[in-house]
C-alpha cells in the first residue's frame, strides 16, 4: 500500500543492489531508477550512493528508509484490520474531478478486491463540487484536478503538477510533433472541457480562428473529448494527468503546447481538516499514491 517510489527504494535499501531489487519486483532497472530519481528530486537530497558493488544509503536516505519502513508496517496493520474485522464496513464516499474518473475508478476497483464487503460510491463532478462534498462531509476524500490547495477546512495529502497538453490520437498529422503552437493548430477543431481553467487558453490561441476557422467543442465529459479526438482529427486540450493509467493510453499521445503563458495546474488528494479519518479512507489515499506514481 506504499506509493511506487517507497516501495521500490525499500526494496534497493534491503538488497543494496539495483539490479536484485529489479529481480524481486519483476522489472527493469531503469524503471526502478526512475523511480528514484523522482523520489530523490521530490525530497531534494541524494538518497544512495553508487559504489562498485551496489548502492548504499546516504544519510538522507537512512532517515527515509526509517519512515518507509514504519509506514509499511503502519500499512499492513491497517490492511490486516480491514481484513479480519467481523463487521461490514460502512460506505466509502469518494468524489472525484471528470478529469480523473478513469484513475479514481481504478483505483476504486482495486479498494474493492482488498476490501470484502466494503461499499464504496464514486461521484464524478467539477473541482469546486469536490472540494464542497469533502468540506461538509458528504464524502471522505477527494481526488481530482483543480482542487483547492489552500483551504483551511480542507487538508491537501498529495499533489502533483499537472502540464495543459494536446492530446491527439496516434493517427493524427501532429501526432509526431514534440511540441505544438498556435500556427500547427490552424484548421483544427479544438475539444476542451466546459467548466475549466483551461478555457482561458483559447484567448492565447486567439490567432487561430481568423486564420482557421476552427470549430471548439466544449464538454463537461473527458470521455467525450477523448470520442472527439479518437473519431476526428480534433485537438483535445486536457492536463496531461487525464491519460495516466488509462488502458487505452497507447492510442493517444500528450504534445506539449508551445505557449507563453500556460496557466498552474495540478492534481490532489484532499481529506477534511481536523477529523480522524477511517482506515478505508487512509487505505483509498495510498491506492491512489500509488496509481499517480506508478511507473
Not at 181 to 195: Q, T, V
Not at 275 to 286: I, K, S
Request: proline share 5%.
Amino acid at each position: 500500500m506504499l506509493s511506487t517510489a517507497l516501495r521500490y527504494f525499500l526494496e534497493v535499501a534491503r538488497t543494496g543492489s539495483i539490479s536484485e531489487a529489479s529481480e524481486r519486483l519483476h522489472l527493469t532497472g531503469p524503471a526502478i531508477s526512475r523511480q528514484i530519481a523522482r523520489l530523490e528530486e521530490r525530497v531534494g537530497a541524494t538518497l544512495f550512493e553508487r559504489t562498485t558493488r551496489g548502492v548504499i544509503l546516504t544519510p538522507a536516505g537512512e532517515l527515509l528508509l526509517d519512515y518507509a519502513s514504519r509506514s509499511e508496517a503502519e500499512a499492513e496493520r491497517i490492511a490486516l484490520l480491514l481484513r479480519d474485522r467481523g463487521e461490514t464496513p460502512a460506505p466509502l464516499r469518494v468524489a472525484a474531478t471528470d478529469g480523473l474518473a478513469d484513475a479514481a475508478t481504478q483505483v476504486a476497483q482495486a479498494l474493492l478486491r482488498e476490501v470484502p464487503g466494503l461499499e464504496l460510491t464514486l461521484s464524478i463532478g467539477q473541482a469546486m463540487d469536490v472540494a464542497r462534498k469533502v468540506r461538509e462531509g458528504d464524502a471522505q476524500i477527494g481526488f481530482g484536478l483543480g482542487l483547492p490547495a489552500q483551504d483551511p477546512e480542507l487538508e491537501v495529502r498529495q499533489s502533483w503538477p499537472a502540464r495543459v497538453v494536446a492530446i491527439l490520437h496516434r493517427r493524427h498529422p501532429l501526432a509526431g510533433c514534440q511540441a505544438v503552437g498556435a500556427e500547427e493548430l490552424i484548421g483544427f477543431d479544438l475539444a476542451l472541457p466546459a467548466h475549466s481553467s483551461l478555457s482561458g487558453i483559447l484567448a492565447l490561441l486567439g490567432t487561430l480562428r481568423p486564420q482557421g476557422g476552427h470549430g471548439v467543442l466544449r464538454t463537461d465529459s473527458f470521455a467525450c473529448l477523448l470520442r472527439a479526438v479518437r473519431y476526428s482529427d480534433a485537438v483535445g486540450l486536457a492536463s496531461d494527468l487525464s491519460l495516466h493509467g488509462r488502458r487505452d493510453r497507447k492510442d493517444y499521445c500528450a504534445v506539449p503546447l508551445r505557449l507563453t503563458t500556460m496557466p498552474a495546474r495540478s492534481a490532489a488528494i484532499i481529506l477534511r481538516a481536523g477529523v480522524p479519518h477511517r482506515p478505508e479512507t487512509v487505505l483509498f489515499a495510498t491506492r491512489a499514491e500509488a496509481f499517480m506514481e506508478g511507473a
